[in-house]
Each structure stands twice: as C-alpha cells, then as structure tokens.
C-alpha cells in the first residue's frame, strides 16, 4: 500500500468514525456495496444533477481507485478514492466522502457533510481526461 493510499485510508476511517453526525437517510435507502459499485463504474463515466440541473461528470479509472471529475463549469481533477465503513471518500480537494444510495430505483450519492444530494443520471462507457485532447 502506497504512503498516499495509506494516508486516505486513514482520513476515510476518521470520516466514518463521525458519520453518526451526518444527515439521516431517508426511509428505503439502501446503501450500495463496494463489490456492486466498482461493477456498475469501472471503466465508466457517470453524469450528476442537483435538484435536477446538471451538476458534473465522474470517470471511474478501471485498473485502479481513482476517479476523474469535471464539474459543469470545466474543472476536472484526478485523485484516488477509498471506501470505508460504508463511505466512498475522495481525496479531490480535501477528504470528501459520500454514501451511495438505491432509493426508488434511483442512483444518489450523499455527501457525509450535509451538502446536496447528487443523483446519477446516467453511467456511460466513455472515457474522461484532466488532460487536453491530443491534436494532429
């Protein structure tokens, strides 16, 4: 295990350990377990709305726990992420962890820090670069 990965592990873990302070979920969430998650993303870009606008995309690298993100005002990051005690942690700006939800049939993903709740609208196998597109 790299320093890096140690270092958000042990960031993820201290998150979990204050998640009884984060919102309640709602009645028939259901929270969505590491194995089914990294089976629904790897190697997939999903598309996020807030209170229905569109909100960002996620590119789940599928060789290793990292994720790209490009909100919808263009800024992308890369950075790895870890799951623990039922949290998806990322390490984007600061620790970020999130529980991912079933609700209604429905994708969500909750911040643990009380912010909107982000609904996946669609997952797609499409790949997604911080980097510029190569030219000819």
Do not use: N
């Not at 204050?18 to 998650?37: C, H, K, M, T, Y």
């Not at 807030?50 to 994720?67: C, L, N, P, S």
């Amino acid at each position: 295990m790299s320093r890096t990965h140690a270092a958000l592990l042990a960031a993820a873990f201290a998150a979990a350990s204050f998640a009884a302070a984060a919102p309640a979920q709602e009645a028939g969430d259901a929270p969505i377990p590491l194995e089914e998650w990294r089976a629904m993303t790897a190697g997939k870009t999903l598309s996020y709305e807030i209170d229905g606008a569109f909100w960002g995309r996620e590119y789940y690298h599928a060789d290793r726990d990292v994720a790209t993100f490009v909100t919808r005002d263009g800024d992308c990051v890369t950075a790895p992420w870890v799951y623990a005690e039922g949290l998806y942690c990322f390490s984007y700006r600061g620790m970020e962890c999130f529980r991912h939800i079933r609700r209604d049939g429905r994708i969500f993903v909750a911040p643990l820090s009380g912010g909107a709740e982000q609904e996946v609208r669609r997952i797609e196998v499409a790949p997604l670069s911080c980097e510029p597109p190569l030219s000819s």
